[in-house]
């Protein structure tokens, strides 16, 4: 059978049938030609659209994985920033507190977020003002997390501002890294071992929160935000670690521990709980209950080799931690950038002007004395003597050296004076160290205002002055209590009987007060003693207050037998920072707060005797001396228009008393006025021979009267030394010129006698400027004989001779004799004649009732005993020592005598009168300008 579609069409005939096929054929290719190109098509474009898809899933895929990263990285960032601004809310600065510290990082497992970015954030807990951290873990692993912690906190907070305390009951000593803060302010670091002192830590941490909560005032908020109102630093922090919890802590301690932490964060104290986990927890120890207190922390460790290792968070077991464990070394260096950065600061000022009331003059101290020391805060800090109602009348006050003690005195008395008219508070102000607080408050050539209120400044004060100021306060009281008798026992009865009456408050105030009770052996400082508790214990019905200022006083000897007796009269008590032993001898045993003190200025300021939970924190003013001595002027003009002649009155200096200082004639015109006056009106003349050391500053004079004894001699060196300063003021030249001036300035022109004995060598001559004092006598219109030392015997033995024929009408005669010492002896015959001594005693005892006086001056004391013999000082009723011994004072002025020579003083007596032995400082010889200008001002009345 042949194939129809290969037979040729000649070879067989084409029917319809066939026709048909060919067409079903040719139209059957056409049909699958045309599917096998749309089926291509559809493949083509499917193909197409496939690869559409999965680019735009790719696509899309990769945007949701960038979106996740960016997502995860964002709250990273976040997380990071978030710590940052708890960080940075922590206070900054001077007031800067650890509010949040940071530890570490967090953050979740890496592979776990299939992210290849460092997903680690700082790890911050709150702690000051927030609350506490409770750790369980491996003892080595919490030491050190613990020291993490205190590391942080101290780098938070402001240095010094923190104290480090600790519960250490197996001995461990953690704290020992950071002892060195104990360098910068004691206290700072504490470590206590025994339950007796966790016992002592839990009563002073209960003591402490109730003193903060007095500070608080009851107000809102806790001490972070009372000391960002205040503006200062108040008050410290403490961070407290109890190290193996509960290990050695009685079930009662526990107790009180939680009592503690409800309220200690308000208060400053945070507490770190280390709990170990090998101990068995006891039944009364709630665990979840302390993990409550604030942040908790199950540590255990999983690195491998210590060091920084991960540490496992079980309150976030799905989050990582990473906590350096930072080393003893580490923390060593920490507590020494914060001891260096301790020192370097100081408390914000407060001027002195900020504390004083704008009242002046219009307060009456008539219920009691009021004035500022400083600031508490806002507030100022004042305290009150004498008021009916706190019956608190006198304050001690101590501080080391540059803490400020001379400022806040300063403080003390303008306050004082600013507030009350010189009529209504007296001072009397003693300084027994430099002087420098109390020298601007003087009278001075260049600067002639005082402060008005001074009635004594004791610039340089001694024991002797010091013991005048007591004396004339005992004088004081004996007349008060004579006018106040009528009208009850207290001043302010009388005030209230006497409105008019002008009897003002004294206040005393003694600085470096231990040097007026020290016992040097010659039985002052025990007559001090006994004189200061008197005034201390009379001085609350009198109106005397009494202030005592020192630098130490746990070791004042005169007082430990009455140390109760004194001090139990000094109710209020500021201490500036100080050490630990004086600071408990400042307040009371076991309170120290002022050896816990910081800054210069600081203050602990108690009114209760030193009890413990009395205390209060505050800043001292800053006495600024140009401000204090524009006020000192403002004051002084004040007082002078309420003296009645606006602006040019005449108000009383102070009695001025320069210890270190010689007397001076010149500081005593006014008294040579007035006894040129006197002996014008027909007295028998006096001779002024120096300072007295007493409140009244009358100088100490001698009379020439005409009758026996009245003849003075001075016995003794008139130095301390051979140097030239100490020559040029030869106390016993002097006092010999300063006599000769008072009498020549006594005498009109012509109407007495002056014969000069001049035994000196040429040093004291010239020193002494013998030769020009002379000629100022000459000036004066007298004419002085000078005899010359080999000359002397000769005219003494001629004087005896003569003195039965000398005319009553006769003027005075002044014997002025120098370094009689260097006559020679008097009991040396000359040929026949018999020796001179007898006759020469004679003439020294018998001259004055013939009008001549001899004013003599041996330098040697044994020569004057020799030229004297039996007699002693018989001859002459007036008898000045100067230096010597106190052997040398009993042979002259009995056995009973007590002297201790010092610079410028000497013992004087005059044998006529009942005063009887006196100590005061003599004259030292004035210079040639000195001495015109003193006869200038004498001769003006």
Known sequence: MSDPTTDSPQSRPVGPVAQAAAFLQQSHARVLGVLQADRDALQQRYDGEQQTLRATARRNAAIAATKATNTITAAHIAAREAAADLRAASRAGALAAAEHIELGLIGPDREDASVNADLDVPLVVPLLGYGHVTVVGDTAVTDAFARNIQAEALLGTTPGDLALWSFDPRLGNP?????????????????????????????????????????????????????????????RFHLVTLHDYPHSVAEAQHERLMLLADVAPRHGISFVFQVAPDLELPDWLDLERLRGLGESFDLEDTSAGGGAGDLVWRRRPDLKLLIPQISPDQARQVAGEVAVAAEKISLPVVPFADIQPDAGWATSSAEGITFAVGKAGPKPVEITFGDDREQKHNALITGAVGQGKSNLLKVI??????????????????????????????????????????????????????????????????????????????????????PEARMPRIVLIVDEFHLLLDDGGDKVGAQAAKLLEQVVRRGRSYGVHVILASQSISGISTLLGSSQGVFSQFPIRLGLKNSPQEAVATFSQGNDAAARLRFRGEAVLNKEYGAFEANQSLMVAAADDDQLARLRDELHARASRADGSDGTGVIAPPNVFDGSAAGSLLEDIPALRALRKETAAGRAPRIPLGRPLTVDQSPVAFTLEASPGRALAIIGAGTTGDDFDAAAENAAMGVLQ???????????????????????????RELGDLPGWVETLTGLGHQPVVVPQREIIGWLSAAAKELPQRSAEAPPLYLLGFNIDRVGPLDIKEGVAPAPEKAIQGFFRSAPVAGVHPLLWWSNPATFLAHLGLLRNAPFDGTLLLQGTEDIAQRIHGPLTQWTPTAHRALFEDAATSAGLRKMIPYAPLDADARDRLVAEVSRD
């Open 175 to 235: 704290l020992a890294p950071f002892v060195g803060l104990n360098n910068v302010d004691q206290g700072l670091v504490r470590n206590t071992q025994t339950p007796r002192d966790l016992d002592a830590l839990i009563d002073e941490l209960t003591t402490t929160v109730a003193r903060i909560g007095d500070v608080l005032q009851g107000v809102p908020g806790d001490l972070i935000e009372h000391r960002a109102r205040l503006g200062m630093s108040v008050e």
């Open 413 to 498: 008395i303008y306050s004082i004076a600013a507030r009350y008219a010189a009529d209504e508070v007296e001072l009397f102000l003693l300084d027994f160290k430099e002087g420098v607080t109390l020298y601007p408050m003087a009278p001075t050539p260049g600067s002639p205002e005082f402060l008005p209120h001074a009635r004594v400044l004791g610039i340089e004060a001694d024991q002797d002055f010091g013991l005048a100021v007591l004396s004339h306060l005992e004088s004081e009281f004996v007349r008060r209590a004579r006018l106040f008798k009528p009208f009850g026992d207290s001043i302010s009865r009388y005030r209230a009987a006497n």
């Open 738 to 764: 300063a006599a000769g001036l008072a009498l020549a300035l006594q005498h009109a022109p012509g109407t007495a006698e002056f014969v000069i004995l001049d035994a000196l060598v040429g040093r004291d």
